[in-house]
Antibody
Framework: QVHLVQSGAEVKKPGASVKVSCKASGYAFVDFAISWVRQAPGLGLEWMGWISPYNENTNSAQNLQGRLTMTTDTSTNTAYMELRDLTSDDTAIYYC?????????WGQGTLVTVSS | SYVVSQPPAVSVAPGETARITCGGDNIGQKSVYWYQKKSGQAPVSVIHIDSRRPSGIPERFSGSNSGNTATLTITRVEAGDEADYFCQVWFSPDHPIVLFGGGTKLTV
């Protein structure tokens, strides 16, 4: 069955970068885009961007352009999300999700805390 | 820019019917997706493409979409349905982006 397993929680200082991984199994990784979605404490879901593992085409939310990099490694069926120049506003749970008829499978989430 | 709006909260008694709306300009011309999000858990897809239920989602969950409003309907509401519900659409001004509604807290 389909699984998306994300890397563990991170604590970062303001101005630092964070890289979260999302390892997929149970399906043909290159056939479906992966999106990244985050939820800050007490707030709703925020779409960050998506990437096609087939050709590494990406698209991202305008407010994150310049700070967000999404990549994939098809040899390990893993997607990565790197966010730079972190501020306290980036404190959130970050999710990866498979893009099929909306988001049919989600990772378990990775808590990223930005604190001095 | 396109805006997707949801009521912050809906409250129903067990056994009643809950209706959660998702508003947007001509949203009936877009495909709407609905997710259930419980505290400490990843979101779960409960409706895709307006009205289709993913495998494993009870028939009590249904969706509709017309005009400026999409609606998630949960009949015979149970305590376990208490969660935040988010609608989602794709918006393509020049390149496609995803928009989520602000979420609706369903209290049972």
């Amino acid at each position: 069955q389909v699984h998306l397993v994300q890397s563990g929680a991170e604590v970062k200082k303001p101005g630092a970068s964070v890289k979260v991984s999302c390892k997929a199994s149970g399906y043909a990784f290159v056939d479906f885009a992966i999106s990244w979605v985050r939820q800050a404490p007490g707030l709703g879901l925020e779409w960050m961007g998506w990437i096609s593992p087939y050709n590494e085409n990406t698209n991202s939310a305008q407010n994150l352009q310049g700070r967000l990099t999404m990549t994939t490694d098809t040899s390990t069926n893993t997607a990565y999300m790197e966010l730079r120049d972190l501020t306290s506003d980036d404190t959130a749970i970050y999710y990866c999700a498979r893009d099929l008829l909306g988001y049919d499978f989600w990772g378990q989430g990775t808590l990223v805390t930005v604190s001095s | 820019s396109y805006v997707v709006s949801q009521p912050p909260a809906v409250s129903v008694a067990p056994g009643e019917t809950a209706r959660i709306t998702c508003g947007g300009d001509n949203i009936g011309q877009k495909s709407v997706y609905w997710y259930q999000k419980k505290s400490g858990q990843a979101p779960v897809s409960v409706i895709h493409i307006d009205s289709r239920r993913p495998s494993g989602i009870p028939e009590r969950f249904s969706g509709s979409n017309s005009g400026n409003t999409a609606t998630l309907t949960i009949t015979r509401v149970e305590a376990g349905d208490e969660a935040d519900y988010f609608c989602q659409v794709w918006f393509s001004p020049d390149h496609p982006i995803v928009l989520f509604g602000g979420g609706t807290k369903l209290t049972v």
